[in-house]
């Protein structure tokens, strides 16, 4: 396992478009995050699942933004009429949530989006 | 709502000098994690503190974590210009996900 792996890694898209970002897990994990980091900033938590269950989404995450881990595998971030606030990098992460589990996220290399 | 506050947010320092950047956090937790950003790169995880008084050392970094203060820090010894990076503390609160403090951009200089 090559760890956590997202594509596209660069989007520049025109606002107003869609745009989708999968992630795959570190196969093993059970639990996926999408985080999102702006320049200068930390990784603000946008919405996580847990296998195939989307269990919390942050008040960041508005109506535009939809995500989706179907079979509890690989996941999907899309966002509809894109913004230019929308630019940002899009982080996945994975951890694996069982009695011995530390609660580490092991993050992919995040996908970054730019919106003219 | 749990704040996680780093400082200093930049810091340039010299070669071989030793350095300190903490992390406050403003609720109850007993998981504190540090991690590594290179520019452009993702997040490479560092240290993960589970239990008051825990410390970690790694190479010329060491970790510790004080949950009664609600404390982390991070201690370089003797810098090196490849520990030029930004550095996050993350504090679990709620048992899913990890709040980020903004991160300290380290720059060590000859």
């Known amino acids: 396992d090559t760890g956590v792996s997202q594509n596209p890694r660069h989007k520049i898209t025109k606002r107003g478009q869609n745009v989708t970002f999968r992630c795959d897990p570190i196969?093993?994990?059970?639990?996926l995050y999408w985080y999102r980091q702006t320049l200068g900033q930390g990784p603000e938590f946008l919405t996580y699942?847990?296998?195939?269950?989307?269990?919390?989404k942050s008040r960041l995450l508005s109506d535009r933004f939809s995500a989706e881990r179907p079979k509890g595998s690989f996941s999907t971030l899309e966002i509809q009429r894109t913004e230019q606030g929308d630019s940002a990098m899009y982080l996945c992460?994975?951890?694996?949530?069982?009695?011995?589990?530390?609660?580490?996220?092991?993050f992919g290399e995040g996908s970054r989006l730019t919106v003219l | 709502e749990l704040k996680v506050e780093q400082n200093p947010l930049f810091l340039s320092m010299q070669e071989g000098k030793n350095y300190t950047i903490y992390c406050n956090y403003s609720?109850?937790?007993?998981?504190l994690y540090w991690y590594r950003q290179d520019p452009g790169k993702s997040l490479e995880s560092l240290f993960v503190?589970?239990?008051?008084?825990a410390v970690k050392q790694e190479g010329r970094l060491m970790a510790s974590l004080d949950t009664k203060a609600r404390l982390s820090t991070l201690h370089i010894t003797a810098a090196v210009h490849d520990l030029s990076a930004t550095y996050f503390c993350?504090?679990?609160?709620?048992?899913?996900?990890?709040?980020f403090g903004k991160g300290t951009s380290l720059l060590v200089t000859p």
């Open positions: 992460a994975s951890s694996s949530q069982t009695g011995l589990g530390t609660g580490e996220l092991f």
């Open positions: 196969s093993e994990h059970n639990r």
């Open positions: 699942f847990q296998n195939e269950a989307q269990l919390e």
């Open positions: 609720t109850t937790s007993d998981r």
């Open positions: 503190l589970l239990s008051n008084g």
């Open positions: 993350a504090v679990d609160n709620s048992g899913y996900a990890l709040n």
